[in-house]
C-alpha cells in the first residue's frame, strides 16, 4: 500500500515538477540567446569544454555531500542511486522558487525509506554547508573589492569567518553542554555529525565551490578576456554570486541574482556590456553542464553493466587514488593544450623548444646529439652545451610524430605522472591517503612544477618525475627500478649526477649497502667531473670558433 502511494506520488507530483522544470530551462534559454550573438570562430572552445567539465564536478561533489549526510543517518543507499536522485531533484529548481527543489527530493529520497525528518535535517545541513563552503571561497575575491588600506578589514571578516567555521565544525562539543529543548533546537539546526566527519563536509564543499568559481572564469574566458592575474580574485567573486543567489529562494536557481553581481563585479576591469555577456552565457552553459551532468547520473544509474560495476568497486576501494587520476588527467590536459597553444601563437622560440627539437630529430635520424651552433653555420655537438642525453632515448617516440609538440606532450605527461610519486611517497611516510592525496594536489598546483612545465621543453624538467621515482624506489628496496630512473633523472642535465652520488651516500649509511652505495657515489662524481670538466672544456674552442664569444681563449 506503501509502495503503490509514492508511486502515486511520484506520478501526481514529480513527473508534472520535472516537466514544468524543463519547461523554465528552455524558456530563460529562448529569452536570452537573443542577446548571445557568439562568433564560433573566436570562441576559445577548449576554455569552454573546461568550464563544462569544472561544472560537472562541481554537481557531482555537491551531490556527494549529499550522500554522505544519508550515510551519517545509517542510510544505506549507494553513491550512484543518491546522486541519480538527488541530480533529479536539483532539476526542480528551475521553477520559480528553490522551495520546488526540496518537496522534489522528499518525494524521491522517502521511496528509499528515507524519513521526511532526516530530509529536512539533511536539507537544513547541505544549505549550511554550501553557504560555509561558498563564504569561505569568496574571501579570495576581498583584495578585488578592497583596497591595500582595508587591509584590517579584511583581516577583521576572515577572523569572523574563522570563527565561525570553527564553532560550526566542533558543534558536538558545544551540544553535550546543553540540555532540554536548547539542545534539540541545536541538533535540529546544526549536523550532530563527529567533528572530522564536519571538517571533512566543509572540506569538500568548499572544493565544490572552488570548481563552481573556476568552471565560470574558464566560461567567461572563452568568449570574454579575464586577466589570469585576476584568476583567484574572480573564482572568489563567482563564489560569492552563488551564496547570494542561492539565499534568495524566491528566483528560480536564484536567476537574475547571481548575473547581476557578476556584472557589477566584472564591470570593473572590463565593459559592463561584455559582462553581461559573460554573465548570461556561463548562466546558459551551467544550466547546459547540469544537464550533461544528469545525463551521466541517469547512464550510470541505468545501465547495469559488468565493466561498469568493475569501475565502481575499484573506485569505491581506491577512492583517494581514482581522485588523484582525475586530477592529473585534468592537469595533463589544461597543460598539454596551453602549451600547444603557446607554439601555435609563436611564443615558443629557438631557445630552448627549437635546438632540443632539432637535437632530437637529428638523433632519429642518425646524426646522434647533433644540432645547428648558435650563429647557425655549422652542425655541432650539443655537448657544447649540456650533456642532457635524454633528448636521444626520446627520439624513438619523435619516430611517432615529427613534430615539436611531440616535445611538449612527452613533458606534459611526464611532470604529470609525478604526482603519484608525490602521493606513494607522501602515503610511506604518513601511512593516511587523505593526507597523502593533498600532497599529490599539492603538487600539481605548485607555481614552479606549472611554470616549467609551461615554459617551452627543458630536459631538465623531466628530472623532477624521475627523482620522485628514484627516491620511492630507494624507500621500497627496489634497487633496480632505483637505479633506472637515477640514471634517467642523470642524463637530463650534467649537474643531476650530483644529486645521483647523494643518494649513493644514502645507500651506504641508511640502508648498510657500502659495495652498491660505493659504487654509485663514485661513478655519479666521476661522470659530473668528466662532463662538465673535460668533455665541456673539450667543446669550449668549437664554441669560441663559431664566434660564440667576442675574445677568444689563448689556450685554446
Not at 549526510?69 to 550512484?80: E, G, H, P
Not at 635546438?355 to 630529430?361: G, K, L
Not at 609525478?418 to 599529490?440: D, P, Q, R, T
Request: net charge positive; glycine share 6%; with cysteine.
Amino acid at each position: 500500500m506503501r509502495t503503490r502511494l509514492f508511486s502515486v506520488m511520484k506520478f501526481l507530483i514529480g513527473l508534472p515538477l520535472t516537466i514544468l522544470a524543463l519547461f523554465f530551462i528552455v524558456k530563460i534559454i529562448l529569452t536570452q540567446l537573443p542577446t548571445l550573438n557568439i562568433n564560433f570562430y573566436t570562441l576559445h572552445f577548449f576554455l569552454l569544454g573546461y568550464g563544462i567539465i569544472c561544472f560537472i564536478i562541481f554537481y557531482f561533489l555537491r551531490s556527494f555531500v549529499w550522500y554522505r549526510i544519508l550515510k551519517n543517518y545509517d542510510y544505506s543507499i549507494t553513491f550512484k542511486e543518491s546522486s541519480y536522485l538527488w541530480s533529479l531533484s536539483e532539476l526542480k529548481r528551475y521553477i520559480p522558487g528553490t522551495a520546488w527543489s526540496f518537496l522534489g527530493r522528499a518525494v524521491l529520497f522517502q521511496q528509499k525509506g528515507v524519513q521526511k525528518k532526516d530530509i529536512a535535517k539533511g536539507l537544513i545541513f547541505e544549505g549550511e554547508l554550501f553557504v560555509i563552503g561558498s563564504t569561505i571561497v569568496s574571501l579570495l575575491a576581498l583584495p578585488y573589492f578592497f583596497s591595500k588600506k582595508d587591509i584590517l578589514f579584511e583581516v577583521l571578516i576572515i577572523c569572523v569567518v574563522t570563527a565561525l567555521l570553527i564553532v560550526y565544525c566542533c558543534n558536538e562539543i558545544l551540544r553535550k553542554k546543553l540540555s532540554g529543548k536548547l539542545k534539540q533546537f541545536t541538533s535540529f539546526l546544526f549536523p550532530f555529525f563527529s567533528i572530522p566527519e564536519n571538517i571533512f563536509l566543509v572540506w569538500i564543499s568548499i572544493i565544490a565551490l572552488f570548481f563552481f568559481g573556476l568552471g565560470n572564469y574558464f566560461v567567461i574566458s572563452s568568449v570574454v578576456y579575464l586577466s589570469p592575474k585576476l584568476f583567484f580574485e574572480l573564482i572568489g567573486v563567482f563564489a560569492f554570486a552563488f551564496v547570494a543567489g542561492y539565499l534568495i529562494i524566491i528566483a528560480p536557481a536564484g536567476f537574475g541574482v547571481r548575473e547581476g553581481i557578476i556584472i557589477i563585479s566584472l564591470s570593473k576591469i572590463i565593459p559592463s556590456g561584455a559582462a553581461a555577456f559573460g554573465a548570461i552565457f556561463s548562466r546558459l552553459v551551467l544550466i547546459i553542464s547540469e544537464l550533461f551532468f544528469i545525463l551521466i547520473c541517469t547512464l550510470w544509474y541505468k545501465l547495469p553493466d559488468k565493466k561498469y560495476k568493475h569501475l565502481e568497486n575499484l573506485i569505491s576501494t581506491h577512492p583517494q587514488e581514482s581522485v588523484l587520476s582525475v586530477l592529473t588527467i585534468i592537469y595533463g590536459l589544461y597543460f598539454t593544450i596551453v602549451s600547444f597553444l603557446r607554439y601555435d601563437n609563436y611564443y615558443t622560440g629557438r631557445f630552448d623548444l627549437g635546438n632540443m627539437a632539432q637535437t632530437v630529430w637529428n638523433s632519429l635520424h642518425g646524426r646522434i646529439f647533433l644540432f645547428t651552433n648558435p650563429n647557425g653555420t655549422e652542425q655541432i655537438s650539443r655537448l657544447a652545451f649540456h650533456a642532457d642525453f635524454i633528448l636521444v632515448l626520446i627520439a624513438p617516440f619523435y619516430a611517432l610524430w615529427q613534430d615539436p609538440r611531440m616535445l611538449l606532450l612527452i613533458q606534459t605527461i611526464v611532470v604529470a605522472v609525478g604526482a603519484f610519486f608525490a602521493y606513494i611517497i607522501a602515503k610511506e611516510v604518513l601511512k593516511n591517503k587523505n593526507l597523502a592525496l593533498v600532497f599529490g594536489f599539492a603538487y600539481l598546483i605548485n607555481p614552479s612544477v606549472e611554470r616549467s612545465n609551461i615554459y617551452d621543453f627543458h630536459a631538465v624538467t623531466l628530472a623532477t618525475t624521475f627523482f620522485l621515482a628514484t627516491y620511492y624506489f630507494f624507500m621500497k628496496k627496489k634497487y633496480k627500478l632505483f637505479l633506472l630512473f637515477a640514471l634517467l633523472g642523470a642524463l637530463c642535465k650534467e649537474e643531476l649526477w650530483i644529486i645521483v652520488a647523494l643518494f649513493g651516500l644514502l645507500l651506504f649509511f641508511t640502508h648498510k649497502k657500502r659495495l652498491f652505495g660505493s659504487l654509485l657515489f663514485f661513478f655519479s662524481i666521476a661522470m659530473f667531473y668528466f662532463l662538465f670538466w673535460y668533455a665541456r672544456f673539450s667543446t669550449f674552442c668549437t664554441r669560441i670558433s663559431f664566434g660564440f664569444w667576442r675574445q677568444p681563449d689563448k689556450s685554446c
